[in-house]
């Protein structure tokens, strides 16, 4: 079956500090590959998205590249801010039988100290 | 309104009760998902519809009841719940073709059982 795996948290970091929070999957078939970002007392909010290998998702400074050969999908940011303390999950999709199954790793948190 | 849109946010029930918890779309998509997020624990996936069919049910308890009446309404039926149902219950929808696309989020019901 597909999964996640992605670091354990909590990460720390101060402000303007590089950020990476790794990643791998296990799928069948071709996924689709999601950051996905949650802050404290909200739903998840997708951050960014790549569908197909070598593909660069990019958003809010965030970026991530599909890489079929690791089966990897780290996110990157060059330079956090305080309001980038959130709980960040990786995500795939699959087709299958006609639906779609998201699978989600289990959140990385991010604290970034002023 | 756009989005995905769930009410209530907040409910506490006892265990005798029997509340409803509601979803509602506003995207045109037509597959709908329940998941449960617990503290510490990862984003359990607990129904999906597909086309307003259930495809998948992962071996919920039957004090959880889904209902899709159509495309654009999601419902979680409770009843005699237990204090570890207390969690944070995420509404998400998406559109199954070809490609698989993100799921989009609803902010959630927090639910507390006393």
């Known amino acids: 079956g597909n999964s996640v795996t992605q670091m354990e948290g909590p990460v720390t970091l101060s402000e303007e500090a590089f950020l990476t929070i790794n990643c791998t999957y296990t799928?069948?078939?071709?996924?689709?590959l999601f950051w996905y970002v949650q802050y404290p007392g909200e739903g998840l909010q997708l951050l960014l998205k790549?569908?197909?290998?070598?593909d660069k998702g990019s958003n809010k400074g965030f970026e991530a590249t599909y890489r079929k050969e690791t089966t990897s999908f780290h996110l990157e940011k060059g330079s956090v801010q305080v309001s980038d303390s959130a709980v960040y999950f990786c995500?795939?999709?699959?087709?299958?039988?006609?639906?779609?199954?998201?699978?989600f790793g289990r959140g990385t948190s991010l604290i970034v100290h002023p | 309104e756009t989005g995905v849109t769930q009410t209530p946010r907040h409910l506490v029930m006892g265990m005798t009760n029997k509340k409803s918890l509601k979803c509602e779309q506003h995207?045109?998509?037509?597959?709908m998902y329940w998941y449960k997020q617990s503290a510490k624990k990862p984003l359990e996936l607990m129904f999906v519809y597909s086309l307003e069919e259930r495809v998948e049910n992962n071996s919920v308890p039957s004090r959880f009841s889904p209902e899709c009446p159509n495309s654009s309404h999601l419902f979680l039926h409770l009843h005699t719940l237990q204090p570890e149902d207390s969690a944070l219950y995420l509404c998400?929808?998406?559109?199954?073709?070809?490609?698989?696309?993100?799921?989009?989020f609803g902010q959630g019901t927090r639910l507390t059982v006393v």
């Open positions: 799928a069948t078939g071709y996924p689709s």
């Open positions: 995207l045109g998509h037509n597959a």
């Open positions: 790549a569908t197909k290998a070598d």
């Open positions: 998400a929808s998406s559109q199954v073709d070809i490609w698989s696309t993100e799921a989009f």
């Open positions: 995500a795939l999709s699959t087709i299958s039988g006609g639906s779609y199954i998201p699978t």
